[in-house]
């Protein structure tokens, strides 16, 4: 009897994907990439641009002026972006951003900050900061705009920057930055199987040899590197799980993880058990995140607690070993990459379906792949997890990433352990929906979803709880 053909999409063929793996996974400070990581990284680099000028431009320089627009406006505040802006402006680089230094700087509004220009200096304060219209005509939601402007308000530098999801950044006029290409092009998920099945390698083994031949690393490097991201879920868990009290913000949502994780531990049955511990684990690094810590995109920082929860619940509570943990880490990174190629990955974007629906699929291929399965099987495992979450908005209450950010990485943490299970217990010939398919639909999805959906605040939970 012959078997049912897989249903694929028709998606038009782009250039290969050529994202790389320290590009995708970064390390900084919370709560949302979109909104703290990328526009950081603007106001450092609209630093060093200031700071290449002429003597006699410098001289004249007088302020800076920065209006933001589209969500992040609307929940910059909550978000944190005009903090991480100004700490951008003054100096500050997302990976070397100390925990508690955004909210240091939000608890003296009219401070005005000196910013050094080589031997000239302005002054800086968030008062500083324009939050402009959601709406405009920037090709990116999440826009930036930043002048340097002499006394007369004439503008001597002018930036007009895109956190397009992830901590990634562009701006007007941008283009690629030179690089190596990879070894096995693809861009779509059935382009991956074929160059599997040309090259013979596994799914980690192939992201390896990519990322060396893009970025020139040799692999004890990409290992270290790989290690350190690692390194740095797991103290998020650990971090979080270890704090308490309120998180900051109106709406005054109390931690939980370590309530959770002490509960968990009494439940009476072990797959109780298993499953409380890593809905704490997930609390804990959402918490984090919402508290403005440390954390990894994976894909962004919205999303960040749903990678760290399953890799810490593999390590802990499933003895997995770390040579596999790694390799399943390798292996989600393939499909946070197809997601972001062919789709998005941000809330401002695509709805929250590209960032815990997009975490929770490479959370189910991590697993999958980490226990021995084909490509076939990750693939399916993957699927599942963002076929579940397809339609999900961004609707953050208060424009804090609180609620209902924080369960919903708990809930796609759960979603990407039973994926795997479905995935491993299934005949993976069976399985009719492609990855490509799911992500297609995420796409269209995405892009037919109103504004009010997309971490504006402006529609769902955000103006159902009238209270906050």
């Known amino acids: 009897m012959s078997q049912p053909a897989r249903l694929q999409p028709l998606i038009p063929r782009r250039p290969p994907i050529e994202t ?45 002026h920065i209006l933001l627009l589209g969500s992040l406006s609307a929940t910059g505040r909550g978000h944190g972006t005009d903090t991480a802006v100004l700490a951008g402006l003054l100096g500050t680089a997302p990976e070397h951003c100390q925990p508690g230094m955004l909210s240091a700087l939000a608890a003296h509004p009219e401070a005005r900050h000196g910013l050094r220009l080589r031997q000239w200096e302005i002054s800086l304060s968030l008062a500083d900061i324009t939050f402009g219209p959601v709406l405009h005509d920037a090709p990116f939601s999440n826009t930036l705009r930043l002048a340097l402007v002499d006394a007369q308000g004439q503008p001597l530098l002018e930036m007009e920057y895109y956190s397009v999801g992830g901590g990634f950044l562009q701006w007007k006029g941008w283009t690629p930055p030179e690089h190596g290409h990879p070894v096995h092009p693809y861009g779509t998920m059935r382009e991956l199987h074929e160059q599997l099945d040309r090259t013979g390698l596994t799914l980690h083994e192939l992201i390896l040899e990519n990322e060396t031949a893009i970025t020139g690393m040799p692999r004890p490097r990409i290992f270290a590197q790989l290690e350190d991201i690692m ?170 990433v609180q609620v209902p950010c924080i369960e919903r990485n708990a809930v796609g943490a759960i979603k990407a352990y039973n994926a795997a299970l479905l995935a491993t217990c299934e005949e993976a010939h069976q399985h009719l929906v492609t990855l490509d398919a799911a992500i297609r639909a995420m796409g269209e999805t995405g892009r037919e979803m109103s504004v009010k959906f997309k971490e504006t605040g402006e529609g769902g939970l955000a103006v159902s709880i009238v209270e906050c």
């Not at 959770?260 to 009494?266: G, P, Q, S, V």
Request: proline share 5%.
């Open 20 to 64: 790389t793996l320290f590009d995708f996974f970064k390390v900084g400070p919370g709560p949302s990439s979109s909104h703290t990581i990328g526009p950081m990284k603007a106001g450092n680099d609209f630093l060093e641009r200031c700071r290449a000028l002429p003597d006699a431009t410098l001289a004249r320089a007088a302020a800076i």
């Open 231 to 400: 390194d740095a879920m797991y103290d998020s868990v650990r971090r979080g799980l270890s704090a308490s009290g309120r998180l900051p913000g109106k709406p005054g949502v109390w931690r939980k993880a370590g309530g959770l994780l002490e509960r968990a531990k009494n439940q009476p049955y072990l797959v109780d058990r298993f499953l409380g511990k890593l809905n704490a684990y997930a609390f804990a690094v959402a918490e984090e995140n919402a508290a403005g810590g440390v954390i990894v995109t994976a894909p962004t920082c919205g999303a960040a607690g749903v990678m760290p929860a399953l890799l810490y619940a593999m390590r802990q509570d499933l003895n997995i070993g770390e040579r596999a943990l790694r390799e399943g880490l390798l292996a989600s990174a393939a499909v946070g990459f197809l997601a972001k190629h062919n789709a998005g990955i941000a809330g401002a974007e695509v709805g929250c379906q590209g960032e815990v629906g997009v975490a929770s699929s490479m959370g189910a291929a991590m697993l999958a792949h980490a226990r021995g399965n084909t490509a076939r099987v990750v693939e399916n495992a993957a699927e599942v997890a963002l076929e579940h979450h397809l339609g999900l908005t961004c609707d953050p209450v208060g424009g804090y």
